[in-house]
């Protein structure tokens, strides 16, 4: 009876800090929003105050007549769904491959593509715009996406997935007379959904923020 009831205390305690933690992560936000929705003269008033006293969107509406944000918005959607979307194809595929098939100078390439991926951005930004632009391809949605249809991190993220699954499970498959394709499509992908799921949140968050090339093309 103690011991039930000392868990219940540790798990009531427990749920009272990540409330207030929850709470603490979202007041920023919150009050992003409650300032927007408040005139100038409110936003500048000391002491602050939280509950705005004449609510107004004309905020928004300023915001929207100065630039086409809703098309900004629009761009950077398109251009992360693809890339997240390419990311998560070309790394599962390469990743399978990698994992699960041998030939010749497979640990190099694997190395060569790993070392990519220490190589930062700002070491090449200047020969991959000289580059789009021999391309034509500057101002373009393909000269912002083309450079981020594949993550190198991610084709190691997959790789150690897949090396998980059994190797009996595919031969069990090969046996049966499936294909490669197949086995990739049946077996390779929904065991690696949580994998997947993981890759494709942090790809489109990569993309989201990827303010380089964007900025490049103007």
Do not use: C
């Amino acid at each position: 009876m103690l011991s039930t009831q000392r868990e219940t205390l540790e798990t009531g305690i427990m749920h009272v800090v990540l409330i207030l933690g929850s709470i603490l992560m979202v007041m920023p936000f919150v009050w992003m929003f409650v300032t927007s929705i408040k005139p100038s003269i409110e936003v500048l008033s000391w002491p602050p105050s939280f509950i705005p006293k004449s609510p107004t969107l004309e905020n928004y509406r300023t915001v929207f007549r100065t630039a086409p944000f809703l098309r900004y918005f629009l761009n950077t959607f398109l251009i992360s769904t693809i890339s997240t979307l390419s990311i998560l194809f070309t790394s599962s595929l390469s990743g399978f491959i990698f994992a699960k098939h041998r030939f010749a100078g497979r640990n190099v390439l694997f190395l060569v593509m790993l070392t990519t991926a220490m190589i930062p951005l700002e070491t090449y930004m200047i020969s991959l715009y000289i580059l789009i632009n021999k391309f034509g391809w500057i101002n373009t949605y393909q000269g912002v996406v083309a450079p981020i249809l594949v993550m190198s991190f991610g084709v190691f993220f997959m790789r150690q997935s897949i090396l998980s699954i059994p190797d009996e499970l595919l031969d069990a498959a090969r046996i049966d007379g499936s294909s490669e394709w197949r086995i990739y499509t049946t077996i390779i992908l929904p065991i690696s959904r949580s994998a997947l799921g993981a890759l494709a949140i942090f790809s489109y968050m990569s993309a989201w923020a990827f303010f380089y090339l964007a900025s490049n093309s103007h």
